[in-house]
């Protein structure tokens, strides 16, 4: 199916119309979606979330370049998962405690000890 029937069947809204962008431009979304991310289900995602996104802007808006518009949709949704799960408050990093640390934090087993003498 040509492109611009693709985008005729989305100004119709028509539910083809996802159908036939995933068989024509399915795999090439999901190529892109994973040089981004690096993770299959991620991938699968953001291409679905692709799909979504350009349910809902056509119409008003009608491209020219399908692919292009569909790919430039995919990879702002990559992009912005991959800064999500790499953002900092997501990442948590193991320090190893100091000496003076260890001092700090009271052995469990000697708390035992003292309720039985207590």
């Given amino acids: 199916m040509e492109d611009r029937e693709i985008v005729q069947l989305f100004w119709k809204r028509s539910e083809a119309a996802i159908k036939e962008t ?3 431009y399915g795999a090439k979304l999901h190529r892109l979606a994973m040089k981004i991310l ?3 289900l991620d991938a699968e995602e953001s291409v679905n979330d692709t799909f979504l996104e350009t349910w809902n802007t056509i ?3 009608k491209p020219d370049y399908f ?3 569909i790919a430039k949709i995919c990879r ?3 992009f912005g998962k ?3 799960k790499n953002a900092k408050k997501r990442s948590a990093e193991l320090v190893a405690l100091t000496s003076e640390m260890e001092l700090c934090i009271p ?3 000697s708390e035992i000890d003292e309720d039985r003498t207590g």
Avoid: T
């Fill in 82 to 84: 991959l800064d999500w």
């Fill in 38 to 40: 690096n993770s299959r």
């Fill in 107 to 109: 052995d469990p087993s």
């Fill in 76 to 78: 702002y949704l990559s």
């Fill in 67 to 69: 692919f292009a518009y």
């Fill in 59 to 61: 119409p008003p808006k």
């Fill in 22 to 24: 995933e068989i024509k």
